[in-house]
C-alpha cells in the first residue's frame, strides 16, 4: 500500500510562473512532513519540511502547506526558474519508535520552461 | 569532497553474481540508510541503521543484507543477483541528535544493472 502518493508523475510550468506539486497520505500517524529535489545523477537534496502541528512553512521561494483533515500537503514555487527543473519527493516520517524513517512517494518531474 | 560516498557509481553485473555497493560518510551521523529507486515507484527504504550494533530491515529487504562496518561505512549486499534488482540505489544518513523532520542526507547513487 503506497502511504504516501504522489499522482502527477510531471508537470510543465512557464518560468516566472507558480509551480504546485501536490502529495497525498494515508496515515495519521506520520508527524513530519519533507519534501526534496533530484537532479540527473546526483542523489536527492533537502528542500523544506514541515511539522504536523503547522499547516504552513515558507524558505523563499518555496513554501509548504499541510492540510491535515485532507491529509494533503502541497509545495509552492513563485516565481519558478529553469535551475528548478528537477524531480521532487515528497516524504512523510512516522512517529514513534519508527525515529527517523522516511516514506517517499513517486516524485514528480517538475520543468520549468524559459 | 562530498559528505556522502558511494561506490562504485555504475555497476554491470549478471545474474547470480554476489556483488557489494558501498557507502561512507564524514558527516559524524549515526544514523545510516539504503534506499532503491525505480521509475514510478520513488524511494524504497531497503536497510537502517541507527547505529553500528543496529540493523533494521525496512521495506524491500528479501534478496539484500547490509554490514555496518564502522560509523562511517554502510555496505550493501546482493548475494545472488537477479535482473529485477536492477536500479539506482542511495544511501543517505541522518543524525539522531538534529530534531524536527530528521533530514536525510544523501550520496550520489550507484546505478546497478543486472542482465
Known amino acids: 500500500d503506497q502511504q504516501v502518493k504522489q499522482n502527477s508523475p510531471s508537470l510543465s510550468v512557464q518560468e516566472g510562473r507558480i509551480s504546485i506539486l501536490n502529495c497525498d497520505y494515508t496515515n495519521s500517524m506520520f508527524d513530519y512532513f519533507l519534501w526534496y529535489k533530484k537532479y540527473p545523477a546526483e542523489g536527492p537534496t533537502f528542500l523544506i519540511s514541515i511539522s504536523s502541528i503547522k499547516d504552513k512553512n515558507e524558505d523563499g521561494r518555496f513554501t509548504v502547506f499541510l492540510n491535515k483533515s485532507a491529509k494533503h500537503l502541497s509545495l509552492h514555487i513563485v516565481p519558478s526558474q529553469p535551475g528548478d527543473s528537477a524531480v521532487y519527493f515528497c516524504?512523510?516520517?512516522?512517529?514513534?519508535?519508527?525515529?527517523?524513517?522516511?516514506?517517499f512517494g513517486e516524485g514528480t518531474q517538475l520543468t520549468v520552461n524559459p | 569532497d562530498a559528505d556522502v560516498t558511494q561506490t562504485p557509481r555504475n555497476r554491470i553485473t549478471k545474474t547470480g553474481k554476489r556483488i557489494m555497493l558501498e557507502c561512507s560518510q564524514t558527516k559524524g551521523h549515526d544514523r545510516m540508510y539504503w534506499y532503491r529507486q525505480d521509475p514510478g515507484l520513488g524511494l524504497r527504504l531497503i536497510y537502517y541503521s541507527f547505529d553500528v550494533k543496529d540493523i533494521n530491515k525496512g521495506e524491500i529487504s528479501d534478496g539484500y543484507s547490509v554490514s555496518r562496518q564502522a560509523q562511517a561505512k554502510f555496505s550493501l549486499s546482493l548475494e545472488s543477483a537477479i535482473p529485477n534488482q536492477t536500479a539506482l540505489y542511495f544511501c543517505a544518513t541522518s543524525d539522531r541528535r538534529q530534531g524536527g523532520g530528521n533530514e536525510q542526507f544523501f550520496g550520489p547513487g550507484t546505478r546497478l544493472t543486472v542482465l
Open positions: 516524504a512523510a516520517r512516522g512517529r514513534g519508535t519508527s525515529g527517523s524513517r522516511l516514506t
